[in-house]
């Protein structure tokens, strides 16, 4: 078994095949043992989500997808998942609306636009900021960006667009703390954004230069190679990244808790408090009595956020595969 | 949005005014689109800028050797005699619980990558699992959290060090199967010719050459997986909870530099506030320091 075997042409074939088998055989089983392991994690995760949840989920029924109740009073509880549900989708889908132009111009500029000696300094600075910790988000969320959008979108804007007929009604609000749906999904859009800007960029990499070339010579402007060659070559791919940003996005904790006002109840504005799935259980989970129904209730919202990541994270890949190979 | 549109100006009937026009708009175009992009970066740039700042400015005034000695004390807000307290207790908890999931989670991750890139490139079994760490890379980390609690904490009663320490585990191993994997794959086959050539047995061509070929990149798959879980809250905050005392003992609630952030930030107390910018600014930094150190690494080896 020992390194000298290699170059011994002496030894006897036959002990050293078996030798070389064995210690084949335990290593590979080893390696497939840790892969079985992580499938088994996954579905680990989802059964004890949904048995944890299963209480809430008898108690209450499909009523808990669509009850917008959030009662923890003994004797009157009742808990349903619609308002987190809805800061969730929400506040994700904002998200990616506010963070996908900025990728796009971020992707498009390190690709096409920015000279050599920009693209690397830039591209490092951007991946950086997908490495800062996002308790981190929350604080410079709380106190840099709610006051700022308090002041300077919240107002203006409530008073502008909060005028209009029918959609006023989503920009006006009375909320003084400041924190707000709006406030989590801005923060959700910068923490997405290096995600999706990298994903675009390796994309936007991968298209073969012939193509730009051809283009090019025909003397097509960098815009209109984007527009008609780069985006629609990588389209599928780079839906796959929106995807994985959406991913990311939903199932967000410590920065939403922090800036979107944690109010367990439904809100008509967007600059009104609310929460998400991921930040109620953080807030009320480690306070809840162990075996209760309020925690059985966290549970099955756990395993919701799970169901919906899931589908969105399994897109995204499927869509991303042609990048992977 | 198709092909057509870059060959249009060239095929009509040349007039040259329309030409010239048609040509200006499509140069306006191009040059607003490139200055929105500009823009667009400034942004990206500008919000890494100002949280940087913020960090420095609001933590480097409440930063001392005191931050790094004492444990946490209530707070002295209107006193301002008393001794402030520290963050000593919730760095060593870090430190505890970081070293037990990258101990634990590394060796599995780098199991799982080994199978997925030497082992089952293509089989159904290793697509599966590369599929199933996929998601679980970005599967949402209070998740984890509330599976370590069902699975560890419930049997045990109460929040624990070693809770936390598993759920961190779990959120290593994907990172380290996606770094391994990729720098596996980027081995030339003839390297592995040439040992299976002198009758080398696999499993030695993998440890004693493959491993050792692509050892920068696992170590910087490794480093980037221990400062994700570094900066992690949400996950511990089901698990070991957070302790306002300093505690080696795995068996008891533990805290965490990012546990103590979040806690002394939603206090109310300017005091504690500022401690908790302090510690902000400690995280950050390290994170952003082993992230560069990692980079660095695998620059170098290219």
């Known amino acids: ?325 | 949005m198709s092909a057509t549109i870059v060959s249009t100006p060239s095929f009509h009937k040349r007039d040259p005014a329309m030409a010239a026009a048609l040509n200006r708009r499509r140069r306006f175009v191009d040059g607003l689109v490139r200055w929105l992009c500009i823009i667009a970066t400034a942004v990206g740039l500008f919000f890494l800028a100002s949280i940087l700042l913020t960090l420095i400015l609001r933590g480097i005034s409440s930063i001392s050797i005191i931050t790094f000695t004492t444990e946490f004390r209530p707070t002295t807000y209107g006193d301002p005699t008393a001794e402030t307290g520290g963050l000593y207790h919730a760095i060593m908890g870090t430190l505890v619980q970081t070293a037990i999931g990258t101990g634990v989670g590394t060796p599995i991750g780098l199991l799982v990558g080994t199978y997925l890139a030497e082992y089952a490139r293509n089989s159904a079994l290793g697509n599966a699992v590369r599929f199933v760490s996929d998601v679980l890379l970005s599967a949402p980390s209070i998740l984890v959290g509330l599976f370590v609690y069902q699975l560890v904490v419930l049997p045990m009663g109460g929040f624990s060090g070693i809770a936390g320490g598993a759920a961190l585990a779990i959120l290593v191993i994907p990172v380290v199967v996606r770094t391994t994997e990729d720098m596996l794959q980027l081995i030339p086959n003839t390297l592995r010719e040439a040992v299976v050539g002198l009758g080398a047995p696999k499993w030695k061509m993998v440890t004693l050459v493959c491993w050792r070929a692509a050892l920068s990149g696992i170590v910087t798959g490794i480093l980037l997986a221990t400062a994700r879980i570094t900066g992690e809250t949400a996950p511990l905050l089901l698990t070991s909870f957070g302790n306002n005392v300093t505690s080696f003992n795995l068996g008891n609630a533990m805290a965490s530099l990012p546990i103590a952030i979040y806690q002394q930030a939603n206090s109310g107390f300017p005091d504690l506030i500022d401690i908790a910018w302090a510690g902000a600014l400690i995280v950050t930094f390290g994170v952003l320091a082993i992230n560069i150190v990692a980079r660095l690494l695998l620059a170098g080896r290219k």
């Open chain 1, 1 to 325: 078994m020992s390194d000298t075997s290699l170059p011994q042409a002496s030894a006897p074939p036959a002990t050293r095949r078996t030798i070389g088998s064995a210690g084949d055989t335990l290593f590979e089983w080893l390696c497939r043992g840790a892969g079985l392991f992580v499938l088994l994690l996954l579905g680990a995760i989802i059964l004890t989500l949904f048995i944890g949840g299963l209480p809430a989920f008898r108690e209450f029924g499909l009523q808990f997808l669509w009850s917008s109740d959030w009662n923890p009073v003994e004797g009157r509880e009742s808990y349903g998942a619609l308002v987190p549900m809805l800061g969730t989708i929400v506040t994700s889908i904002l998200a990616i609306m506010l963070g996908v132009p900025v990728a796009f111009g971020i992707a498009f500029f390190l690709t096409e636009l920015a000279p050599q000696w920009v693209r690397r300094p830039v591209g490092t600075a951007i991946e950086l900021l997908a490495a800062v910790p996002s308790i981190i988000f929350g604080m410079w969320g709380l106190f840099v960006l709610v006051p700022f959008v308090q002041n300077y979108i919240q107002l203006p804007f409530g008073e502008t667009l909060g005028a209009l007929p029918i959609v006023g009604v989503i920009f006006d609000s009375n909320n003084f703390a400041g924190t707000s749906i709006f406030a989590a999904a801005m923060v959700l859009a910068i923490m997405i954004l290096p995600f999706i800007a990298a994903t675009m960029r390796d994309v936007f990499n991968q298209v073969p230069p012939v193509y730009k070339e051809s283009a090019y010579g025909l003397g097509a402007t960098r815009w209109e190679v984007m527009k008609g060659v780069v985006l629609p070559y990588t389209r599928i791919s780079v839906v796959g990244g929106i995807m994985l940003g959406l991913g990311r996005a939903l199932g967000e904790t410590m920065a939403v808790t922090f800036v979107i006002g944690n109010a367990n109840r439904m809100a008509s504005s967007i600059f009104d408090p609310s929460t998400t799935i991921a930040s109620v259980v953080a807030m009320e989970f480690p306070e809840s009595l162990m075996g209760s129904l309020k925690q059985s209730s966290l549970l099955a919202l756990g395993f919701l956020l799970f169901f919906i990541s899931f589908v969105v994270l399994a897109v995204s890949r499927w869509l991303l595969r042609s990048r992977l190979k």
